[in-house]
């Protein structure tokens, strides 16, 4: 951690991100602005039904549809390729990018047509004759958990992929010393991350070098390696271009699948291959939605509030083609107590497949439908005692002088002020204004709530909970990396290895390098390294980059300087301990008139060996790799007790709405946030970071959903059927910030790409039900629709009728 | 999402307009494309997949707003955004008015215009509604001709009308009306603002210089295959003073004419309680408008 304080030069001042300049004047370069010559184009035949046989596929006439060039289906494909990589122990559930003798959701890619352009690989796609044998579909979420469900993987043996149960701290002791307990069930709706661009992926094989390029929107860990692995090519065969601007991601930007069909058809067919997912692709067949949960929990407090332990069970489904997603009940370990001071709580975490679109990460992994759940739970608390929400989560929130705080699932929480936050944010709301705000709204006949959440958003992706799992999941590494060089011109030039979708990657690293070399940002040149030229990366998930590719570029800039410092110190004949540094000039402590300034030393340093001190190696190049600070690298113990992420972001909500009680809409009027990422870095980000996860995160709550009927049918492939909130659904955002540093990182910095993600959800459930309670009702299932609310209503007042 | 083959003809007169359409053949399927705010979308999807395309867009003289005796008559391509901000739809329909504010959004309304609305015959599009409430006439021509439909009749099935495929709808007039003081009141619900209402109502009332009611109009849309006028409730609102309890009462009778549906964003059930709870408040809006 810094001994800087607040005295920063760059971080944490308001600069403009310097990605902005490309995307507001047009000129980002996507996966769908890259063209290269003899490029082709790839349309998908999806399966209409939910789950069929195959009994077979023509294509003859689609292979004679004008400008065809290839039809591949899924036999064709699985026998070339290995399967897709599963997160969990699923030997028997094979996953490839078509559907192979049996499709598992409506939606499915059966067949992929390449033609010269889309318009002409579409008409074809409708010629792709397929005789399908309708079965019954596995849907409804508990069902899946009965041996008789139809079998989705019928080698698997049954819907139940994963079945653990987890133990910490003394939970039957607590549950009998508390004198209530209370059990609920809270139910988070099939959304996901939606982004304005859809995945696209252009492959390109070149036989002569052995070289698959691969131009991706593609936010993935292990992405050549899981392209290396389905065809069976060498990773060093594959060469993906990181400097592909992704259009909106958090997590969703996975396309392995498509990826594998443009590679394969790209080396087969000796052309380039893309495939860019119309929205109907997208949302039906691009295996892209998110998690899809019905937990059911007790939880044992007592009369003054202090609530004890919980036991949870969450059931998951994950769709037809699990790949990562189940590992998003893993996550959610890192904070399951949220910011409580739980002394036990039983976790009993199950993954259900489906005839549905498979799952992927999204926004926080996990931890957003469970910070819901809590959060749900201690607003029951609080309605059951009698006792202010507010005061509830005071007498339980961690206090700050307790941190390190070591909660039952081995995690230790490394810093923070939850009173403090939750303090600035009422006052930030106004709070008591708003009370009689609310108070005077329903006097006049209004449903009005005022919403609260105070929550945790982990960062640093340290995902050992993989292993709790999938035990043969023995990864313990989780590093990014930083390659930093200044020329003999003095300029520098930092380089990354991964995309970026959105986060702000190059304003990160120009800022902490700037900051630690006192250098303006803005002459700092970033780059992404395509996946040859630089180490792997865990890519830009679990709120990690500012943290640990924060921290290892703090670490190349830090190198640089000690040893400018040390050339410094040999020119000037001194030792260097009395050489300073400032803004661009090495001087001798105490007589600045002997001073070296930036230039010559990068000058010497990569022209004049004779000048270097003995035994220096010539030029100014340094690079940083970074485990993720803080994790102990081990496995967990006996006990399933382990340390995951270092850095716990915290968040306070503030939301105020109103309720049309003859229509049960919802009008969010007010919003207040007060969020603790530590050292902010962008000010602009961090807040862009808030607000956009504060839509995201209404959209949740009242919006969004990937609905299916009970046959399994598929009801939301467009935007009129999925519902995500436009800027009339989304109030001004107030927000506030407070900085607890981290003392793990390089600057105290912690996450915040999960932003107001992890929090809205349950705040804007906290409201509605805050306004539904005068009313006696309690909503627990996301999202709230307009009619469930209004049905709700009409419920309890056709009951007092009676 | 690229749209299936297809031919496509901009015609620059309504009579060419109308001969590219008989001179199709019987197994073609015809569109008119005016704003194409919805109809190209779902070619897109392939939802819709005319083999001919005939564009109205460059035709002379099919936009624009007239009011003339009572009457304000609206060409067929005029913007929805022109009809809204139209000083004489404004004054003389102040209910269309209102409504065209619910109509997606101001971008789409730019694009959109009143006669495709009115030809797609969405069951919950706010001008159909209006067009059913106020009883307007719609006029299509042909090669063989121009014919005047009622709206009542005019919206048959969910995105069936009155018009053939080889018509072209020109002009929808909308009666004023004059006698009394005239209040309108509109409301929808929607999940989001600028979506398909679920419901929408809409009212007009007249009433005379000792607040009795004269005159009453009242239309529902998202609950049956088409918008709906109540009837029964104008009946018996009519002569009253529209008091609280009597709107109330009136109500009742919308069960009677209402076939809600459910759909992924709501029950029939809700639809039948939101009918009444929306035309109930439409009506007041309109009553107190009148009284002010």
């Known amino acids: ?105 409506a939606g499915e890619w059966v067949a992929a047509v390449v033609a010269d352009s889309r318009y002409l690989a579409e008409d074809a796609a409708e010629l792709v004759e397929v005789d399908y044998k309708p079965l019954p579909a ?62 696209g992926v252009l492959s390109r094989w070149d036989p002569i070098r052995e070289i698959l390029d691969v131009w991706a929107s593609i936010q993935m860990p292990n992405y050549q390696e899981q392209i290396a692995n389905a065809l069976g090519i060498p990773t060093n065969a594959i060469r993906v271009y990181n400097d592909v601007d992704v259009g909106g991601s958090y997590g969703v930007k996975r396309g392995i699948k498509h990826t594998v069909i443009t590679a394969y058809l790209a080396r087969k067919l000796g052309m380039p291959v893309r495939l860019i997912e119309d ?15 019905l937990f059911d929990v007790t939880l044992a407090f007592d009369g003054d509030g202090t609530i004890r332990s919980m036991k949870l069970r969450a059931i998951d489904d994950v769709g037809a083609y699990p790949g990562r997603g189940p590992l998003q009940l893993g996550k959610p370990i890192t904070a399951l107590v949220g910011p409580y001071r739980l002394s036990s709580v039983a976790y009993e975490a199950i993954s259900v497949t489906s005839n549905k679109t498979g799952q992927v990460p999204v926004r926080g992994f996990g931890q957003s439908p469970t910070n ?205 301990d009395r050489v300073e540094y400032q803004t661009g000039t090495f001087f001798v402590r105490g007589e600045p008139a002997r001073k070296l300034e930036w230039n010559e030393i990068a000058g010497i340093a990569h022209r004049q060996f004779h000048r270097l001190p003995p035994g220096t190696d010539p030029c100014l190049q340094e690079f940083s790799v970074l485990q993720v600070p803080g994790a102990s690298g081990q496995l967990p113990n ?110 105290g910095q912690k996450g915040s790409g999960e932003g107001g993600y992890l929090g809205a959800p349950a705040a804007i459930a906290s409201a509605v039900n805050d306004a539904l309670a005068p009313l006696d009702i309690s909503l627990a299932e996301l999202p709230m629709r307009l009619c469930d609310i209004e049905a709700a209503i009409h419920e309890k007042r056709t009951e007092r009728t009676e | 999402m690229k749209a299936a083959e297809f031919d496509y003809i901009r015609a620059d007169s309504v009579a060419a307009a109308c001969e590219a359409l008989a001179a199709a053949g019987p197994g073609e399927e015809r569109k008119i494309v005016a704003g194409g705010q919805t109809l190209v979308p779902l070619m897109a999807m392939r939802l819709a997949r005319p083999s001919l395309l005939v564009d109205i867009d460059g035709i002379p003289g099919l936009a624009g707003i007239d009011s003339v005796d009572g009457v304000v008559a609206i060409g067929a391509m005029t913007r929805q955004r022109a009809a809204e901000l139209s000083p004489a739809v404004r004054s003389e329909l102040p209910l269309l008015a209102k409504a065209l504010r619910f109509v997606g959004h101001p971008q789409t309304r730019n694009r959109g215009t009143v006669g495709g609305s009115l030809v797609h015959g969405d069951p919950a599009a706010e001008i159909p509604l209006v067009a059913v409430a106020l009883d307007a006439a ?155």
């Open chain 1, 638 to 747: 006996e006990k399933k007790e382990i340390q995951l992420y270092p850095c716990f972001s915290f968040q306070a909500h503030i939301p105020y709405v109103e309720i049309d009680p003859g229509t049960g809409k919802v009008e969010v009027l007010d919003y207040a946030i007060g969020h603790d990422c530590g050292t902010v870095i962008n000010p602009d980000i961090v807040r862009g970071m808030i607000v956009g996860g504060l839509a995201h995160g209404i959209g949740a709550a009242l919006y969004e959903k990937f609905a299916y009927d009970e046959d399994g049918q598929f009801l939301a492939g467009s935007f009129v059927d999925y519902l995500l909130p436009s800027s009339h659904e989304i109030p001004m955002v107030k927000d506030v910030e407070h900085c607890t540093p981290s003392p793990k990182t390089s600057l």
């Open chain 2, 138 to 292: 719609l006029e299509a021509e042909s090669t063989g001709g121009r014919r005047v439909c009622p709206a009542d009749g005019f919206f048959e099935t969910p995105m069936v009308t009155a018009v053939a495929p080889d018509e072209c709808l020109v002009e929808a007039r909308f009666p004023v009306w004059n006698a009394g003081r005239i209040g309108t009141g509109f409301r929808e619900v929607a999940s989001r603002q600028g979506d398909f209402a679920i419901v929408a109502a809409a009212a007009q009332v007249a009433l005379d210089g000792d607040g009795t009611c004269t005159r009453v109009a009242a239309a529902l849309g998202g609950v049956a295959p088409r918008p709906v006028r109540i009837a029964a409730l104008e009946d018996a609102l009519t002569g009253t003073r529209l008091e609280d309890r009597a709107i109330d009462a009136a109500l009742a009778s919308v069960e009677a004419v209402i076939e809600p549906d459910d759909d992924l964003h709501a029950t029939a059930a809700y639809r039948g309680r939101v009918a009444k709870v929306l035309l109930g408040r439409a009506i007041r809006e309109a009553r107190d408008e009148a009284l002010a």
């Open chain 1, 372 to 576: 819901f759940m809590i959060e749900t739970g201690v607003d029951l608390v609080a309605r059951r005692l009698g006792i202010d929400r507010m005061e509830l989560r005071r007498r339980n929130l961690i206090e700050s002088h307790e941190f390190p705080w070591r909660i039952p699932t081995g995690t230790e929480y490394d810093s923070g002020d939850y009173r403090a936050v939750l303090d600035k944010t009422l006052d930030l709301a106004d709070y008591d204004s708003l009370v009689a705000r609310r108070d005077a709204a329903r006097a006049a006949g209004k449903l009005a709530g005022i919403g609260i959440a105070t929550c945790l958003e982990p960062g640093g992706g340290n995902n050992i909970f993989e292993q709790l799992l999938n035990e043969k999941l023995e990864i313990t590494t989780f590093v990014e990396s930083c390659l930093m060089r200044v020329d003999m011109h003095g300029n520098v030039t930092a380089v990354m290895s991964t995309t970026t979708s959105g986060q702000g990657h190059e304003t990160l690293i120009a800022t902490i390098a700037g900051e630690e070399l006192e250098r303006d940002p803005d002459s700092i040149r970033v780059t992404h390294a395509d996946s040859l030229e630089a180490l792997p990366t865990r890519s830009p998930v679990a709120s990690r980059m500012a943290i640990v590719l924060g921290s290892a570029t703090s670490e190349a800039a830090r190198k640089i300087r000690s040893k400018m410092i040390k050339i410094a110190a040999h020119n000037l004949g001194v030792g260097e």
């Open chain 1, 279 to 293: 929205r109907l692709d997208n949302m039906s067949g691009g295996d892209a939605h998110g998690p899809d949960r």
């Open chain 1, 138 to 199: 596995a849907v409804e979420i508990e069902s899946l958990l009965d041996s008789d469900s139809p079998p989705v993987h019928p080698e698997h043996g049954s819907n139940v992929l994963v079945r653990k149960n987890f133990e910490w701290g003394p939970v039957e002791e607590d549950f009998a010393r508390s004198e209530h307990t209370l059990a609920y069930r809270a139910r988070w709706g099939r959304s996901s991350t939606v982004p304005i661009e859809t995945f």
């Open chain 1, 1 to 105: 951690m810094s001994d800087r304080g607040a005295n920063y030069r760059y971080v944490s001042r308001k600069r403009r991100a310097r990605e902005d300049r490309r995307f507001i004047a047009g000129k980002g370069r996507f996966a769908a602005d890259i063209a290269v010559p003899g490029m082709k184009h790839v349309a998908l035949v999806a399966s209409p039904h939910p789950r069929a046989r195959i009994r077979s596929i023509d294509a003859s006439r689609a292979l004679e549809s004008p400008g065809v060039h290839s039809v591949l289906t899924g036999d064709e494909l699985s026998a070339e390729t290995a399967p897709l990589f599963n997160g969990l122990d699923i030997p028997n559930v094979k996953w490839f990018p078509l559907a192979v003798g049996m499709t598992r959701y």
